[in-house]
């Protein structure tokens, strides 16, 4: 596409000069004080799927200059990144800041899906979010494969609405209405329509297999040595860690009443005091 288009040239000097294969410093930093970034997978024929994450400054952990993390939260039980990443372990996170540097950082690499003691087991110094919507379930680790930079040239400078005036974010809360409620009118219509079902399609379209000539996976490294590198996610999602991921999730409490009322609400903007 590039030799098509007369981009080549263009393109090297960009691959020469900002794609690397880990975080440097700068990065680091960036990453460490970012409130929320967009995420791609695709399962194993290829279907995509895009989403968000947020939480507060730091809530994507940097272990490593070719090792992060960042936690799940209670959603909405669909488990569609999760779900792509059982099949096919790439991924990509695009943190964009629209306040300050409006400026962009890509990260691509692998994934693999660890239970939240686990985690813990080998980075006892993960902080506990006392929030309970904020308290991770499962922790997704990401081995760096590539990094660069978004330009800022197309990137919107937008405000913070100030803290009197934000609305408590109701992080984790199971309440429809205060999730958006029916805001595209999707549920007005369902005695309209047949249920959603994704087609099943086959990998014809793709060309070459996903996981072809894949080392077998090796274990979470710790902080400052390079990631090992890992096998198809897959695998390591066998039965037996399916039913520990179901374990983990059948021990979590529903929210009570009383953490939706108003004295519990405040623990939402406790940062912004």
């Known amino acids: 596409m ?59 952990q940097v272990l490593g200059d070719r090792l992060l993390a960042y936690p799940e939260y209670r959603g909405n039980g669909v488990m569609a990144s999760l ?19 409006r400026i962009g950082l890509h990260i691509n690499g692998r994934a693999r899906v660890v239970l939240d003691e686990e985690m813990r087991a080998h980075f006892p110094g993960l902080p506990v979010d006392p929030v309970p919507g904020r308290r991770a379930q499962l922790w997704v680790a990401v081995e760096v494969e590539e990094a660069y930079i978004h330009c800022s040239k197309h990137i919107p400078h937008l405000a913070k609405v100030p803290a009197t005036e934000r609305r408590a974010r109701a992080w984790g809360t199971d309440d429809v209405k205060r999730k958006g409620g029916d805001f595209f009118g999707s549920a007005a219509e369902a005695d ?3 249920p959603f079902r994704r087609p099943q399609r086959g990998s014809e379209h793709l060309r070459g297999g996903l996981h072809e000539d894949v080392p077998e996976p090796g274990p979470v490294p710790v902080p400052g040595q390079r990631c090992p590198a890992r096998g198809d996610l897959a695998a390591e999602l066998n039965e037996e860690f399916l ?29 912004d005091g």
């Open 83 to 101: 779900g792509n990443l059982s099949e096919n372990p790439r991924l990509g996170i695009l943190m964009v800041d629209f306040t300050r540097y």
């Open 243 to 271: 039913d520990r991921v179901e374990a983990v999730l059948a021990r979590a409490q529903p929210r009570r009443p009383a953490e939706d009322g108003p004295e519990f609400r405040g623990w939402f903007d406790r940062r």
């Open 2 to 60: 590039q030799r098509r288009l007369g981009t080549t040239a263009r393109a090297d000097r960009f691959y020469a000069d900002q794609v690397l294969d880990h975080l440097n410093a700068r990065m680091q930093e960036f990453v460490a004080c970012q409130e929320m970034f967009f995420l791609a997978t695709a399962d194993r024929h290829g279907e995509c799927d895009s989403t968000f994450r947020a939480g507060p400054p730091g809530f994507v």
């Open 192 to 194: 309209r329509r047949p």
